[in-house]
């Protein structure tokens, strides 16, 4: 069990200036809260109707990264992140489950946070769901109608007129100059390169979830979601708008015409858009039989740090190619750190240092701070890391390493784990919970063998198995000891004899 480190700051990096890749500005821009205090930001969430998959999970944990390292060079943060609870496709599918909405999101909301908790994704500052902003949503469409940017039609839904904001397209830097005016789009889900006017609000169809407002029966469509939440928990204008670039077009700029037409001030300075991933070098499809959720990859045996790491290594702007080759080196290189943290933390050191590896740590620190401040680097960011580990385990082997030198190596790895968040060993538990929510779900069947055997495992079981081989080594049945030890690598249970006496951990 690795010791669980805590982040520590060193005053020379609460200069870190982070500079992000700003997509309305087109270029590497500074971000700095506006206020000169906190940085207000918002990232859309997920749409409840399903259990996330790996894209998604991706956008979220780069987001973490972000998150984390602005933490870390001393910024306080207001994230507010949304929850779309009613959509077309939540009312489709929970009208054919026969089911509420809200029962029928319930299940896909906690599984949600479950995955969130077990990829190691810290919670934002505020956690804001469509269905209980309706009252915000009505009003905004009020101005926007108030303003002529909003027109109701004769079923009565209420649609946004993208003529009436010339700036369309200004993020996606999309040319929509030949967009028909009045041509309207109904759906959430609509084609990638047309500029429609869009639903501001959706007429009760019979059957269908509404709310009763004074526009009207109906439910609000997705984009006035995020545009009403993120004003009322952050402001008119705020500091960062994140989320994956898929929704550049046509959400985000939807966000932009709805809440600008109202308050004519930039809805964010700055917008982050995280590059979708390919599984085998294709797009992920169910068709192609390369679509995973997290659900899937934890019941194959990857650990939920290891999914971290492959999914966060390569730099948020960049393409990742998703492979179980990248899954098995991802958890290589988190047993790496983690044994040398054990070797680092347990080790008999004399006091002292060694100046080439404190000039190691420095650097290390220094690089991976830099890689991470310029446009969020996770791959350069890491490779530091990995030489220092290289360099101190190298002077641990000649006897020339020192209790400073743990010191200042143990504070370069907190840095590292503050952000990476994959050394303080949390596997267990994310993996326990997939294989019981594969019993629940009737799909013990897709479980790995040896996660079964392993999991079905207690602590208790595997101590008094170990008290049973310390007795059968004291009457010298060695067979017995060697069938015990067998048996538990077996279920993946790894022993460690040491002078202190028997130590065990999960693989
Ligand atoms: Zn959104």
Redesign the pocket.
Known sequence: MASILTGTMSPSHTTTTMRLFNTLSGEVDELVPSDGKELRMYA?GPTVYDYGHIGNFRTFLEIDVLRRFLKLTGMSLRHVM?ITDVDDKIIRNSGAAGLPIGEYTAKYVSAFFEDLDALGVERPEVIARATENIDRMVQLIQKLAEAGAAYRTDDGSWYFRIKSFPEYGKLSKKDLSGMEDGARVDVDEYEKDSARDFALWKAAKPGETSWETPIGRGRPGWHIE?SAMSMEFLGDSFDLHA?GED?MFP?HEN?IAQSESVTHKPLARHWMHVRFLLVDGKKMSKSEGNFFTLRDLLLKGYKASAIRLALISVPYRHQLNFTFDGLTDATAAIDRLRTFNDRLMKGAFPAGENPDVMTAAKKARDEYFAALANDLNTAEARAPIFELVRVANTAMDQGKFHQSDREAVRTVLADFDAVFAVIADRDAEPTRRAVEWAKAEGREAEVAPELLAQVSLTDEAINALLAERDQAKKRRDFARADQIRRELMEKGIVIEDSKDGVRWKRR
């Open positions: 859309c949304n995020c989320g929704l959400h966000e």
